[in-house]
């Protein structure tokens, strides 16, 4: 078996616990019973007690586990019903849950505008790794987790990509509680962004934040990314719910060339492929794509310099050129 291929697996499977029951947790998620788009992301309630308790269930706190987890002397008595809970909601309380979860502050009071902030990094990839590393937490960022769904309808034009990050902020039994980190904004099919993307895909890698990626109903993608709907959360499979089409792997897609270009195959046009396999060589050259090790590194280049030249192309190290 050919050494880089083995030595990928091992870079893909660091911290492989967390990522071996995100995968078993997806198998038994396709047999969960949701069906409907509605099932996946719910109606905001127009009642603030309501929207307090969906802010919770939608990251794996039950409602029965509100008072444990969160705190501020609320009862069980006070979550079973909208009338007991609003009597004990302050401002405060409102504040400190949007803090926890990493929410815009003003929706759980208010009920409208985007749920999450979106975070961008089409165009500016260097700064995704610092996002992680400042995301707020009370965990190692080797807990943290990143899922990267892709549309299962190809297109040529419109969004087909969501990364998440999701930080710990806290433990209920054996399993952590997340705050999900929303970037939209991505495009496999469309040169500059299949690159940036893939060189946020390595900085978080470079992190020990290991994305694992899952091919979604393009529907569910579309409105989630909208930022105005709160997800669901199987309870049974312990895992954000959503209408599960496929997998996919973003560190092939990061450091394989061949996948690399298979999203852009789509614009039959003699520009797409050359113009992102370029772009993503400048990042490779500055080390902003790097990957597992320094050998492993200089393979996966030779890979992506082989792949340009079939696309006409001539890639080399800057810093080769500077010093010839």
Known sequence: MDFIFIAKIISGINGSISLLKELWKLVTFSRSKLKKQADYLPEISDSVAARFIQLFEAHGVHRNQIPEFFGHDLTIADVQSEEALVEKLTPVILSDAAKLFSINSEWLPLGHGDVYPKYHFYKQPEKFGKFITQLPSNYDVHHF??????????????????????????????????????????????????????????SSAQKGVYPHGCIVEDSWLAEFMNCQRLPSYDFESEILAYPYKGQWNPGEFSDTAQEFIKPLE????????????DRWWRYYDRGLIYVYSDDVNARVGEEFQAMAEVYGLELQLESLANSS
Not at 267 to 277: G, K, R, T, V, Y
Request: charged share 15%; hydrophobic share 40%; with cysteine.
């Open 266 to 277: 789509i614009n039959q046009d003699n520009f797409s492929i050359p113009s992102a396999l």
């Open 145 to 202: 987790e990143c899922s990267i769904f892709r549309s299962n309808k190809r297109t040529t034009s419109g969004y087909d990509a969501l990364m998440i990050v999701k930080t710990p902020i806290g433990e209920l039994g054996n399993r952590f509680i997340y705050a999900y980190h929303l970037c939209p904004g991505w495009m496999t099919h469309y040169w500059i962004s299949a690159a940036d993307l893939a060189c946020c895909i390595s």
